[in-house]
């Protein structure tokens, strides 16, 4: 078994801040990809995440077995629904939509999912995940037919997160959304990472270097990007020889 969790925790406790790549199955080409895994080697991510609102292909287990083949950074499920599962990524980020009141996203994909992660060795890790309003709308809120948090309405996002954590969820996400117009708000970031005492993972609409950099100031602990670096496999050649992360 994999000690993701704690590594992040450990991660947290040094105020050491995290990156993941996600990468949706649906937009990699596989004949692509060993050249957008040499990107990521060469970037300062952390931890490569797998996954969409809506996995349509077929190719997931493949799509892990290179990426085992060419990088050594942990892979993590970033699920849509049951059938993004496979045996050969090493954690699992167990989503609930706590933000939403459809019962699908709260716990009915979970007690489909959860035979099938009886019979294989994934590193469960329960998170909290919050859609947060970007100024349009995102595959996650017409997928989940629920409606996402309002910007302005940092009490409801605290409350929800301190719900989460309470409930006994690992991570908080804040979502944007993928492709979304404007990411999470500094302000909601700030005030969920110092009322809460679990890992803060943030993404969607984050587009630079800056956006990032914000993120963390405000405490996040985990960024996620992904279509920035879809659209743009460059994306990190500038921080090659910054010292904007930390993966030591």
């Not at 809506?54 to 990426?67: A, F, G, P, S, Y």
């Amino acid at each position: 078994m994999t000690n993701i969790y704690n590594d992040i925790l450990k991660f947290k406790s040094e105020s050491k801040k995290l990156l993941a790549i996600l990468l949706d199955p649906d937009k990699v080409v596989l004949e692509n990809l060993v050249v957008l895994i040499s990107k990521i080697n060469q970037s300062s991510a952390t931890h490569i995440f797998i996954g969409g609102s809506q996995v349509k292909t077929n190719i997931l287990d493949e799509l892990i077995t290179i990426i085992k083949q060419n990088s050594n950074l942990p892979i993590v499920l970033f699920p849509g629904n049951p059938s993004q599962i496979s045996d050969k990524a090493d954690a699992i980020l167990f989503l609930s939509l706590i933000s939403g009141r459809n019962s699908d996203f709260l716990i009915e994909h979970q007690v489909k999912a959860a035979p099938r992660l009886k019979e294989i060795q994934l590193e469960i890790i329960s998170t909290g995940y919050i859609l947060v309003d970007s100024g349009s709308e995102t595959a996650v809120e017409r997928i989940s037919k629920t409606k996402p948090l309002e910007r302005n309405n940092l009490d409801l996002a605290l409350a929800t997160a301190q719900a989460g954590e309470m409930l006994g969820n690992k991570l908080i996400y804040l979502e944007a959304g993928s492709g979304a117009k404007r990411a999470v708000p500094l302000e909601m970031i700030q005030i969920v990472s110092k009322n809460t005492e679990i890992p803060l993972i943030v993404g969607g609409g984050i587009i630079d270097l800056h956006g990032i950099k914000q993120a963390y100031d405000s405490g996040a602990d985990i960024v996620v990007i992904g279509t920035a670096f879809e659209n743009d496999i460059n994306f990190f050649d500038i921080a090659l020889s910054s010292a904007v992360y930390s993966k030591d």
